[in-house]
C-alpha cells in the first residue's frame, strides 16, 4: 500500500523576520532588495553519506571527548536527546546531528571570544552523533554558561546549545539553537524575539526530563528536532526547514 500523507503548506507568516532592529546585526544583513531564487547545484544535491564507522566511540560526550576520556570537563553534567522526526511524527535515521556550545563559565574554545570566563583545559565544546532506526539521538555535556555579547547596553545569550542536522546532501543542512527550561534570559533575548509566535520559541526550549536522568549523577533535557510542517522546529538557515 502507498503511504500518503497531508499536504502541509509552509507557514511563511510564522518565520522570524531578518530584520529586527533590537538584534544589531540583522539590520546590515537583512535583504533590502526582493529575494532571487537560486537554482541548486549538483554539489548541492549530493554529497557523502555518514557512517557509524565514522564516528568515534566518545563524540557524542563533550565531557570526555576533548581529552579522549583522560580528565572530564568543568560543570553540571546533563544528557540531552530527542529525535529527529518529519513533518508526519515520522523518524528520520540515520542521519548526523552536530552541536556546538559554549562552557560552562559561557566561554566557547574560539579565537575570537575573549570573555573574562576562562578555558576549560578538558572542554572543546563540540560533539556528533547519528540518529538510530528510530531518528533517537543522545548527548552527554555539561550545562553551558550564558555569556553576555555586544549588541545594546546589556545582553546576555540563555543557556544554549547550537544544533545542526545534516540530512542527506550538503545544501540540507539545518541549523538551530536548543534553550533551556526555565531560563529567564530567554525572554530578554533579542536574538530569540525575532522569532514571535510563543509556540515557536517554545519549540527551541528543551523541557527538563526527570525521567531520563540519572540518580546522582545527571539532569537530562528533551528536544525533539521537527524538520517541517505544522510543529516545526526554527531554523536559522532555512527558517522553511528542510
Ligand atoms: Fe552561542
Not at 563533550?62 to 579522549?68: E, G, H, K, M, R
Not at 548526523?96 to 576562562?118: C, M, S
Not at 555586544?150 to 550538503?170: E, K, L, T
Request: with cysteine.
Amino acid at each position: 500500500m502507498t503511504e500518503t500523507a497531508a499536504l502541509m503548506p509552509r507557514q511563511r507568516d510564522k518565520h522570524p523576520v531578518p530584520y529586527w532592529p533590537d538584534y544589531k546585526t540583522s539590520v546590515s544583513r537583512s535583504p533590502s532588495l526582493p529575494l532571487l531564487s537560486m537554482e541548486s547545484t549538483p554539489s548541492e544535491e549530493t554529497g557523502p553519506r555518514f557512517g557509524h564507522s565514522l564516528l568515534g566511540p566518545l563524540d557524542n560526550n563533550l565531557i570526555l571527548n576533548y581529552t579522549q576520556g583522560k580528565a572530564p570537563a568543568v560543570g553540571e553534567r546533563i544528557r540531552v536527546h530527542g529525535r529527529v522526526l518529519d513533518e508526519t511524527g515520522r523518524p528520520v535515521a540515520n542521519t548526523l546531528v552536530e552541536i556546538w556550545q559554549a562552557n560552562a563559565g559561557g566561554r566557547y574554545r574560539h579565537v575570537k571570544d575573549t570573555y573574562f570566563a576562562p578555558l576549560d583545559p578538558n572542554f572543546g565544546g563540540c560533539g556528533r552523533t547519528l540518529t538510530d532506526e528510530n531518528g533517537y539521538y543522545e548527548f552527554m555535556t555539561i550545562r553551558p554558561g550564558a555569556y553576555p555579547w555586544p549588541n545594546r547596553a546589556n545582553d546576555w545569550r540563555p543557556m544554549h546549545i547550537h544544533f545542526s542536522v545534516f540530512g542527506h546532501a550538503f545544501g540540507q543542512r539545518l541549523i538551530s539553537q536548543m534553550y533551556f527550561e526555565g531560563d529567564p534570559l530567554i525572554d530578554r533575548c533579542p536574538i530569540a524575539a525575532t522569532i514571535r509566535d510563543r509556540g515557536q520559541l517554545e519549540r527551541l526550549v528543551a523541557p527538563l526530563d526527570m525521567q531520563s536522568s540519572r540518580p546522582l549523577d545527571y539532569l537530562a533535557y528533551k528536544f525533539d528536532i521537527v524538520l517541517r510542517g505544522r510543529r516545526q522546529t526554527m531554523f536559522e538557515n532555512k527558517p522553511e526547514g528542510m
